[in-house]
């Protein structure tokens, strides 16, 4: 079974020691063992709760939130309706700010639509474009 020095989980997963250090502080990140100089080591179920403490991370959870997911986790069978509450959550969160993204994402291209024709238009000596004649045109996947 592999085994990691914090140094080598912080490289790997690209997080600071002191976050490894407090995610154990805080119980989130349990049962790291000790060698007999005190040197934690980390194993493959510390790498794959450091993923899923990432994704969630990633999906808005607070610390308080990784934690009572953890503790919920603890008695699955018995907290199954709240763990998935509080994921359903976090879906319903993420599917909102996709949207979100997705709309500044086509003002964005718009604007540089615009300004990349306002910038032809200046070497050209042509007359400027008219944002209103861009603000509503369909954006392509680009």
């Known amino acids: 079974m592999p085994q990691y020095t914090v140094g080598e989980i912080s490289e790997k997963l690209e997080i600071p ?6 995610y154990e502080d805080i119980g989130i990140l349990p049962n790291v063992k000790r060698t ?53 959550t976090h879906k319903t969160s993420i599917k909102n700010q996709m ?13 540089i639509h615009y300004y990349t024709d306002m910038k032809k238009a200046f070497v050209q000596h042509e ?10 045109k369909p954006v392509k996947n680009e």
Request: hydrophobic share 40%.
């Open 17 to 22: 020691t002191s976050t490894l250090r407090y």
């Open 36 to 88: 007999t100089s005190s040197q934690r080591v980390y194993e493959e179920c510390h790498v794959s709760r450091l993923k899923t403490i990432l994704c969630f991370k990633c999906a808005g959870f607070s610390i308080s939130q990784l934690q009572a997911f953890f503790m919920l986790e603890n008695a699955e069978k018995d907290n199954i309706d709240a763990i998935l509450d509080l994921l359903d």
């Open 99 to 111: 949207v979100q993204l997705e709309e500044v994402y086509i003002q964005l291209v718009r604007k």
């Open 127 to 136: 007359s400027l474009p008219k944002w209103n004649d861009y603000k509503h």
